[in-house]
Structures are given as structure tokens and as C-alpha cells.
């Protein structure tokens, strides 16, 4: 069983940088895959981005890997997300998952969710 607590969201200006954080509690975090997704209102839950358990595969979504970095510290059983050049359309509902997906895209792969952290970019 793995809990995930996300943290780090907030309001940022068009251009501007912001890092989550999701803090995973049980002894076997290092063996998931790690991934963040997004859902804006009405729309559908996206992904950002992933990376495997010794972090030796990192995926991000076409659109976003030259502004976001995921990178992950299993000493800590914590995952980060950095954010750069944020865009109002950056403004979702971030999620920290947790999961031995395949497919590292699809949200059904993974079996544990964080609450989400709200990130709001204003222009």
C-alpha cells in the first residue's frame, strides 16, 4: 500500500517557475514507476509525466518535455515535478501516481493516487 501526498502548487505568472513535490509513504516506493497527470476543468485527466523506478526511463507528454522535469529520490520516497515557463494553460489539478504500468500514459496503470495540488498560471 503506498500513500501519496502531493505539495508545491500554487499561482504563478505567464513565465514563471514552480516544483511539486509528492511524498510517498511505504517501504516499497523504489519499486513503482512514478507519474504525474493533470485535469483542467472539463477536461480530461492528461499526462505530464513519468519515471521508472530507478528513474533509467523518464517519459513526458510531446508538448511539455522542454518545460517540465520529473525526477524522483527513493531515499526520500519522493517524486518532483519542475516546472518551467508556466502558461495559463498549464492551470490544472496536478496528481502524483504510483504503479507498475506498462503503458506509462494511461492513467488505469497506476494503483495509487494523491489528492492533487491545484497549479494556476496566470497571464
Known amino acids: 500500500q503506498v500513500q501519496l501526498v502531493e505539495s508545491g502548487g500554487g499561482l504563478v505568472q505567464a513565465g514563471g517557475s514552480l516544483g511539486l513535490s509528492c511524498a510517498a509513504s511505504?517501504?516499497?516506493?523504489?519499486?513503482?514507476?512514478m507519474a504525474w497527470f493533470r485535469q483542467a476543468p472539463w477536461k480530461e485527466r492528461e499526462f505530464v509525466a513519468a519515471?521508472?523506478?530507478?528513474?533509467?526511463?523518464?517519459l513526458y507528454a510531446e508538448s511539455l518535455k522542454e518545460r517540465f522535469t520529473i525526477s524522483r529520490h527513493n531515499a526520500k520516497n519522493t517524486v518532483y515535478l519542475q516546472m518551467n515557463s508556466l502558461k495559463p494553460e498549464d492551470t490544472a489539478v496536478y496528481y502524483c501516481?504510483?504503479?507498475?504500468?506498462?503503458?506509462?500514459?494511461?492513467?488505469?496503470?497506476?494503483?495509487?493516487w494523491g489528492q492533487g495540488t491545484q497549479v494556476t498560471g496566470s497571464s
Open positions: 519515471a521508472t523506478w530507478n528513474a533509467g526511463v523518464t
Open positions: 511505504g517501504r516499497t516506493f523504489s519499486a513503482y514507476t
Open positions: 501516481a504510483a504503479g507498475h504500468a506498462v503503458d506509462l500514459e494511461i492513467p488505469d496503470g497506476y494503483s495509487y
